[in-house]
């Protein structure tokens, strides 16, 4: 029998994951007093973007720069300063799988805080941030595949469709985002100190000249030193909605995912000439935007003949991308923390701050359960003192999030919007927004015939049998078994379902 078939070729892409890597930054500064000067770090906190990644053989390379921040004391401790200094690191991350050679795509490295320390030493500041370094390269595939058999009434066919995806298009884009806000005369704010900041995007949407808009929203939280009696720190919050517009490289494809992250955000305020005070705020915007193909194929999983020669298939394993995961959600939580024994008493809370390090998760179908440490910093006034008093704790939490991004998912925490007030003495309760972002792709296993050749010729014993089935069994492998087509298995068994149970009896009969 001589077999005839048509190939095809199969275009998506194959997405590589490189392990997850903690790396240490290092950096230091020299603080303005002199060198005999008591100093007092009070709180240290710390950014990081990565500038760029490529592949290195089985490794994938990533440059960046932690920008550090601290709030210190120097001389006299009631006066707190900011500092903000940076350091660029490079690190090399291995691939979880081995890649094809030759093969080269595109890298996206990602990178998050989990712990910050600073220190005072000889009239400088030691600072150390731990990273987690993540990062996935996209290598397109194209695989060389058995469409289709030509049409034989002595073969069986059991097709397969395959939903894939593939970037067609690509983008960056950087932007400075400026604005002034007008601060209240009732906060009596003498100095702003720094600021952090939120990016959240919203829309996306294409034009017809290959460009893609993003649309979204900055959260602002300013920290300031305040002529309040009892509050000589402060925190102001301010929203600024922003418009990114960025080129792509390829096509606009049939859906679009972009994430805007945070590089920097610089703040200073001034007299404003009317007794009051305003403050400038630049934050330097990044943007991804990628741009996929969703396609679906039909393939050969199996086939056999019923009649002389057997039919041998070679099949290839492959593993493509099928989804892009890019969601953002958002719960509110609420933590209650001990002092710890021996600590000064609380008066009032002035400023609460949150980095979450996340432990664990799992996925109970629409929702996904969180645990991890919340790492919190206190800065408050005490009734015996009116310098600031500074305490470190770690809490556990459990957070559920509204999300479907299952286990393949790669997650990323933040905090914003923390609020701190004073229950007791030595309790603080202490609210806040716990955003999740879930990036990644959702993957396709498949066995795709490549090719099939004849075989032996086996004998077929004529008659009837009856085959219980097994467990697993399928009305397909029973027809392979027997080189018979499913729809006569089904004829002389009317009531059999398509995934019969196991012990089920089938007749079968050859002539």
């Known amino acids: 029998m001589e077999l005839q078939y048509m190939k095809d070729q199969l275009e998506t892409e194959q997405v590589l994951q490189a392990k997850p890597t903690q790396v240490t930054v290092e950096a230091e500064a020299a603080l303005p007093g002199g060198l005999r000067e008591e100093a007092k770090v009070y709180f240290a906190d710390a950014s990081v973007s990565v500038q760029s990644g490529e592949m290195n053989g089985s490794r994938v390379v990533a440059e960046g720069r932690v920008t550090f921040h601290a709030l210190y004391a120097q001389g006299d401790m009631r006066h707190v300063a900011a500092l903000e200094t940076a350091a660029d690191f490079t690190q090399s991350l291995p691939l979880k799988e081995e890649m094809p050679s030759a093969a080269a795509g595109a890298v996206r490295p990602r990178a998050q805080v989990q712990h910050v320390s600073a220190k005072a030493f000889n009239g400088r500041l030691l600072l150390r941030a731990v990273i987690l370094l993540t990062a996935e390269a996209a290598l397109p595939r194209t695989v060389s595949y058995i469409r289709d058999l030509a049409e034989n009434k002595d073969i069986q066919k059991d097709m397969q469709v395959l939903s894939l995806q593939r970037a067609v298009g690509e983008g960056e884009g950087q932007m400075l985002l400026r604005e002034e806000f007008d601060l209240s005369d009732v906060l009596q704010v003498k100095e702003t100190l720094y600021a952090s900041a939120h990016a959240q995007a919203e829309d996306i949407f294409g034009g017809a000249d290959g460009r893609a808009t993003v649309t979204g929203h900055v959260e602002i939280e300013a920290y300031h030193t305040s002529l309040m009696p009892g509050r000589p720190l402060i925190f102001t919050r301010h929203t600024v909605p922003f418009e990114q517009t960025v080129n792509l490289t390829g096509a606009l494809g049939s859906q679009m995912a972009a994430t805007t992250s945070v590089r920097d955000v610089a703040v200073l305020s001034q007299d404003n ?239």
């Open 273 to 511: 000439g009317d007794g009051g005070r305003l403050m400038r705020a630049e934050v330097q915007l990044f943007t991804e935007i990628t741009a996929v193909e969703n396609t679906e194929t039909e393939v050969i999983r199996d086939a056999f003949t019923t009649q002389g020669e057997t039919m041998e298939l070679t099949r290839q394993h492959v593993v493509f991308r099928s989804g892009t995961i890019n969601e953002q959600t958002a719960e509110s939580g609420k933590l209650t923390l001990v002092l710890p024994e021996g600590s000064p008493r609380v008066k009032t809370v002035l400023l609460g701050f949150a980095r979450p390090i996340l432990l664990g998760t799992e996925q109970k179908g629409a929702k996904l359960h969180a645990d991890g440490v919340m790492e919190t910093t206190l800065l408050y006034i005490t009734d015996d003192s009116d310098v600031p008093v500074s305490v470190s704790l770690e809490e556990p939490f459990h957070t559920v999030f509204s999300t479907e991004a299952g286990q393949e998912a790669a997650l990323q925490m933040s905090v914003s919007q923390v609020d701190v007030s004073a229950v007791t003495g030595d309790r603080v309760e202490m609210k806040y927004i716990l955003h999740l972002h879930a990036f990644g792709v959702n993957k396709t296993h498949a066995d795709v015939a490549v090719s099939a050749v004849p075989g032996e010729v086996k004998q077929i014993e004529k008659g009837v049998a009856l085959y219980f089935i097994q467990p697993g069994d399928t009305l397909w492998d029973i027809a392979r078994h027997y080189r018979m087509a499913v729809q006569e298995i089904c004829r002389m068994n009317p009531d059999l379902s398509m995934q019969p149970a196991a012990g089920t009896p089938v007749i079968t009969y050859r002539r």
